[in-house]
């Protein structure tokens, strides 16, 4: 369940990226697609960056807000996943396995 619900969190973080980026090239600010390139354009929103209109800027300020918001919950997502893989012996035995890929960003560490 833990799984479905991380990956349900990260799908409306991406179509919330997507939405920043194009609103964004509404006005003419342009980003490389990734999440990386798209957070430096969030953090032109939040330090109010002389470039995007105050009602820009305010329209888009929510956004941000929960994309701040959906990382937290997918950070705690993952940290559940790595408790309940720890906790399962079935779960530590596979993640020994050369060849297996961990189900989850959080059990890579």
């Keep these: 369940m833990h799984q479905k619900v991380r990956e349900l969190l990260v799908a409306q973080r991406t179509q919330l990226l997507s939405a920043l980026r194009s609103h964004l090239a509404e006005i003419g600010i342009i980003a490389a697609q990734g999440p990386n390139n798209a957070r430096a354009l969030a953090m032109l929103i939040v330090e109010g960056n002389y470039m995007i209109?105050?009602?820009v800027r305010s329209a888009l300020l929510p956004v941000v807000r929960r994309l701040n918001e959906l990382d937290h919950e997918i950070g705690q997502s993952d940290q559940a996943i790595l408790a309940l893989a720890r906790a399962d012996d079935t779960a530590r035995r596979l993640m020994t396995v050369p060849a297996s890929v961990p189900l989850s960003p959080a059990l890579a560490a």
């Design 53 to 55: 209109p105050a009602v």
